[in-house]
């Protein structure tokens, strides 16, 4: 089966550090879409990027949060400057058309971003 | 905005089985997923519902009624394996699934 494969698995930077996670999306799938989950707390949509550009974006995802796909394959989220409450696990998720097909978004496996 | 609605937390004992009620209030409809997860890791798609009506996957099966904004999951034969966090996520006008805060099923021997 497919996989959406996202690096790194942990990262712990300091607050007011940059952080980029990295996303390697399925072949041809062409919509992507980063998602955040605060320990204990539900799945939180962030953003979804389609055709090189942003489709739709949460009130979560401010001016210190960037998307993009430098390579035209790998797919990145970039917190400009951390603050401790951007401690989170950080979802990429995959679909292969907007995502009416049976089989959903499929989710990588996470990035934990710890912010000290 | 959407509003979405399940119950926290249902235990239920293995071979038996439980219900998740999910209600829901979306700007647009356009389908309604069930995902699980486990604790630490990412959710595993379950289920789709677009039209009215039961859909069945072998012990996993989910009814939606779009008229009554309500879905439910169930998961019958259950297995110590099933104990998770189990996501209502409609899908609004658009591409953008928003989740519910997820019902954790705890199941006992």
């Known amino acids: 089966e497919p996989e959406v494969t996202q690096t790194p698995s942990h990262q712990v930077t300091q607050m007011g550090q940059e952080v980029i996670l990295r996303c390697v999306p399925i072949?041809?799938?062409?919509?992507f879409y980063w998602y955040r989950q605060i320990l204990g707390q539900k799945v939180e949509f962030l953003v979804s990027?389609?055709?090189?550009?942003?489709?739709?974006k949460s009130e979560i995802f401010d001016d210190q949060f960037s998307v993009e796909r430098p390579d035209g394959s790998n797919f990145t989220l970039k917190i400009r400057s951390t603050k401790l409450e951007d401690s989170a696990m950080y979802f990429c998720?995959?679909?292969?058309?907007?995502?009416?097909?049976?089989?959903?978004?499929?989710f990588g496996s996470g990035t934990r971003l710890t912010v000290v | 905005g959407q509003n979405i609605d399940q119950p926290t937390e249902m235990t239920a004992t293995e071979g038996a089985i439980v219900q998740i009620n999910c209600t829901y209030q979306?700007?647009?409809?356009?389908?309604l997923f069930w995902y699980q997860q486990h604790a630490g890791e990412a959710p595993t798609f379950l289920s789709y519902?677009?039209?009215?009506g039961l859909e069945e996957k072998g012990r996993f099966s989910s009814f939606l009624s779009r008229s009554k904004g309500y879905s439910y999951l169930l998961l019958k034969e259950l297995q110590m394996k099933d104990s998770a966090s189990y996501l209502c996520?409609?899908?609004?006008?658009?591409?953008?699934?928003?989740f519910g805060g997820g019902t954790r099923v705890l199941v006992k021997p």
């Open positions: 998720a995959n679909a292969g058309d907007r995502g009416t097909g049976s089989y959903g978004y499929t």
């Open positions: 072949s041809n799938h062409l919509y």
């Open positions: 990027f389609y055709n090189n550009e942003i489709s739709e």
């Open positions: 979306t700007s647009g409809f356009n389908g």
């Open positions: 519902n677009v039209l009215d």
């Open positions: 996520a409609p899908k609004a006008a658009g591409n953008k699934l928003t």
